[in-house]
């Protein structure tokens, strides 16, 4: 059974940092694409960034491109997602997801974490 545990959020300013991590369990990590979506209240959950298994590929929303950087840690079964110069309205709750399939994870498919709460403040 697959376990995905984010961890990280909490509260911060406009053009703060934070960095969420996500541990992965019941899978076979270095196999499996990671990737982070968002969902601020009233709104959808949209794609933030996604990850290939060797970590050799990254692709991300425009909303976030030169501000996020998602990376993973094969050997901790973790990705990490490095997010800077935050804005209002990144303000959401950010889940996990993985699948062997990047168009799956980029489709907002496979398996999910429950999410952490990462709130900026203005």
């Known amino acids: 059974q697959v376990q995905l545990v984010e961890s990280g959020g909490g509260l911060v300013q406009a053009g703060g940092s934070l960095r969420l991590s996500c541990v992965a369990s019941?899978?076979?990590?270095?196999?499996?694409?990671m990737g982070w979506f968002r969902q601020a209240p009233g709104r959808e959950r949209e794609f933030v960034a996604t990850?290939?298994?060797?970590?050799?590929?990254?692709y991300y929303a425009d909303s976030v491109k030169g501000r996020f950087t998602i990376s993973r840690d094969n050997a901790k079964n973790t990705v990490y997602l490095q997010m800077n110069s935050l804005k209002p309205e990144d303000t959401a709750v950010y889940y996990c997801i993985a699948d062997m399939n990047l168009a799956v994870v980029r489709g907002g498919r496979g398996s999910w974490g429950r999410g952490t709460q990462v709130t900026v403040s203005s």
């Open positions: 019941g899978l076979t990590f270095s196999r499996n694409v």
């Open positions: 990850i290939t298994g060797s970590g050799s590929n990254s």
